[in-house]
């Protein structure tokens, strides 16, 4: 099975991010080495919606570059569920156009729980997120 790692302060830092824009949805890129995130990126939500999102594409573009020649790669695209639920929905699925693991932070019960998933070809599976 595939993992992600992350240390307890991205996850916190991406959770208050997260929290901060609910009921909106936010959204995110994870970039690092080996599986190992170093760097967070938080991405404007285009679509301003608390069901749906785009990353703004601009700002996308400067992530990637900064990625690039910082000699990293992506690892992982993040966003919200603020209502729920834990999982991938049919338009994550459908949208899905990098082979990176999609880490969906959902808020449950009033708390926020996050899960990763790799996506290819329609068929999800999931991957563990390590959190050191
Ligand atoms: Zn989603």
């Given at each position: 099975m595939q993992s992600?790692?992350?240390?307890?302060?991205?996850?916190?830092?991406?959770?208050?991010?997260?929290?901060?824009?609910?009921?909106l949805?936010?959204c995110?890129?994870l970039?690092?080495r080996?599986?190992q995130?170093?760097?967070?990126?938080?991405?404007?939500?285009?679509a301003?919606s608390?069901?749906?999102?785009?990353?703004?594409?601009?700002?996308?573009?400067?992530?990637?570059?900064?990625?690039?020649?910082?000699?990293?790669?992506?690892?992982?695209?993040?966003?919200?569920?603020?209502?729920?639920?834990?999982?991938v929905?049919?338009?994550?699925?459908a949208?899905?156009?990098?082979a990176?693991?999609?880490?969906?932070?959902?808020?449950?019960?009033?708390?926020w729980?996050?899960?990763?998933?790799?996506?290819?070809?329609?068929?999800?599976?999931?991957?563990?997120l390590q959190?050191t």
């Amino acid at each position: 099975m595939q993992s992600l790692i992350l240390s307890k302060e991205q996850l916190q830092e991406m959770t208050a991010y997260v929290n901060s824009h609910a009921p909106l949805e936010s959204c995110g890129l994870l970039a690092g080495r080996d599986s190992q995130v170093q760097k967070i990126f938080f991405v404007q939500n285009q679509a301003q919606s608390p069901v749906r999102y785009v990353m703004d594409p601009i700002e996308q573009l400067q992530a990637f570059e900064w990625i690039e020649s910082n000699g990293m790669d992506l690892l992982g695209i993040f966003h919200s569920h603020p209502t729920g639920p834990e999982t991938v929905s049919p338009t994550d699925i459908a949208e899905a156009a990098y082979a990176v693991t999609y880490v969906i932070l959902a808020r449950v019960d009033g708390e926020w729980r996050a899960n990763g998933f790799w996506i290819e070809s329609g068929l999800v599976r999931e991957v563990a997120l390590q959190v050191t």
